[in-house]
């Protein structure tokens, strides 16, 4: 059954960096190299958190959803 609301809502979060990109986002986003560094886990390493700016309207009409199959060593 379809929604009724095909709205895109804006959801203030933080993305993570992980540490293999720290020196490669240190002289891009202001501020980087004092954000704290958190142990996740074993796999994941340290992480930094970026904060992401906020959009210019609070939702977005939706048109379609694209489904990502990620597929290692792919030619694409």
């Keep these: ?9 804006y959801t203030p979060s933080a993305i993570a960096k992980k540490e293999v990109l720290f020196n490669v986002l240190q002289p891009i986003i202001n501020g980087f190299n004092v954000l704290p560094q958190i142990k996740f886990n074993a796999t ?30 792919a030619e694409t």
């Design 1 to 9: 059954m379809p929604s009724e609301n095909t709205r895109m809502y």
């Design 44 to 73: 994941k390493g340290r992480l930094k958190y970026v904060s992401c700016s906020s959009p210019e309207k609070i939702f977005y009409s939706c048109e379609a959803i694209v489904y990502v199959d990620y597929k290692s060593n």
